[in-house]
T-cell receptor, first 111, second 117 residues
Framework: TQLLEQSPQFLSIQEGENLTVYCNSS?????LQWYRQEPGEGPVLLVT?????EVKKLKRLTFQFGDARKDSSLHITAAQPGDTGLYLC???????????FGTGTRLQVTL | GAVVSQHPSRVICKSGTSVKIECRSL??????MFWYRQFPKKSLMLMAT?????????EQGVEKDKFLINHASLTLSTLTVTSAHPEDSSFYIC?????????????FGPGTRLTVL
């Protein structure tokens, strides 16, 4: 069974702080996707990383794919209350059509 | 990003009745769609993979006679919860896979909150 472990599981910070969420696995993925989900809604795709070592930026969010394509990180700079939500990483091995989802990181940003 | 719709967004039904949930990819064709179930404050649990024109592939522990999946076209998959019981109450989310030249991406619907009384 492939597992994607995310850490931390829960993070409560104040507006303006920086944070990093980690997504780790022993499996190699052909691509990895990050989603944000708000209560009562479906996950929204934030980014897809494909190449080992790749770094992608989306405004204040920086995503990195590990060199060996087994892990990834999401860094948020100057967090805002609108960043609150459940962050999910999901890996695609390329051999099966389904994604392997991470355990999730619940982020709460307060004023 | 691509758009996936889900209907209904919320349904309340009596125990023993069947409920159908629709999932549509609005701006791309999807030969593969997925159905997930999500428990409060938990990650997504894959129930089944819906394949256009063929039978769905169910994950271990998911009753295929209980959760009927039909993928009749490249833009529509349906999940029918048959003879629903209170333990089937949950948040059901579908996704559609968009095939790209170098990698694939999954786009999710907004989810359906099912409450069985």
């Amino acid at each position: 069974t492939q597992l994607l472990e995310q850490s931390p599981q829960f993070l409560s910070i104040q507006e303006g702080e920086n944070l990093t969420v980690y997504c780790n696995s022993s499996s190699v993925f052909s691509s990895l996707q990050w989603y944000r989900q708000e209560p009562g809604e479906g996950p929204v795709l934030l980014v897809t990383v494909v190449t080992g070592g790749e770094v992608k930026k989306l405004k204040r969010l920086t995503f990195q794919f590990g060199d060996a394509r087994k892990d990834s990180s999401l860094h948020i700079t100057a967090a805002q209350p609108g960043d609150t939500g459940l962050y999910l990483c999901a890996g695609d091995t390329g051999t099966a059509s389904k994604l392997t989802f991470g355990t999730g990181t619940r982020l709460q940003v307060t004023l | 990003g691509a758009v996936v719709s889900q209907h209904p967004s919320r349904v309340i039904c009596k125990s023993g009745t069947s409920v159908k949930i629709e999932c549509r990819s609005l701006d791309f064709q999807a030969t593969t769609m997925f159905w997930y179930r999500q428990f409060p404050k938990k990650s997504l649990m894959l129930m089944a993979t819906s394949n256009e024109g063929s039978k769905a592939t169910y994950e271990q522990g998911v009753e295929k006679d209980k959760f009927l999946i039909n993928h009749a076209s490249l833009t529509l998959s349906t999940l029918t919860v048959t003879s629903a019981h209170p333990e089937d109450s949950s948040f059901y989310i579908c996704s559609a896979r968009r095939t790209g030249e170098y990698y694939n991406e999954q786009f999710f619907g907004p989810g359906t909150r099912l409450t069985v009384l």
